[in-house]
């Protein structure tokens, strides 16, 4: 029987994985509200303002929070039922990146984002998906 030792240590329990979760959740929102604070202290024009454009604090916080419980949940269920839930997590993490860039790209303009608010967009997106992603599979945890 061969065995395969993976370079990511799986949690061991819940409280392991809800720990994970709450530390890429943490550091996903500082990361946004961090460039947020940038963008705004740059001038750089995003588009409408107000406080629900996705460029308001409640909205970049509630979605960060969102995208780790769902990533949380379907990390836990690949770590059930996988042999490979590292591998299966992060291909599943990059459809479901790809996928959440649509509306950015789709319906943003309609919603009076300027193209730099649609980059901007675009960063947000990768410092929560890598943010979270790396926490749930354990960078650095070994």
Known sequence: M???QSRYARPSTGGGLA??????VGA????????????TLLGLNVGETGAMTPFATAPL?????????????????????TDRPV????A???VVFALMLVPV???APSLGVTAVGQVV???????????IVGALIGVGSR
């Open 2 to 4: 061969v065995t395969l």
């Open 19 to 24: 720990r994970r979760t709450a530390l890429g």
């Open 28 to 39: 996903a929102v500082l990361a946004v509200l961090l460039a947020q604070g940038l963008v």
């Open 61 to 81: 916080v509630a979605s960060s929070v969102l995208a780790g419980a769902g990533a949380a949940l379907a990390y836990a269920v690949l770590v059930r039922f």
């Open 87 to 90: 591998r299966n997590f992060v």
């Open 92 to 94: 599943a993490a990059g």
């Open 105 to 107: 790209v789709a319906f």
């Open 121 to 131: 967009l675009v960063v947000y997106h990768v410092l929560v998906a890598v943010l």
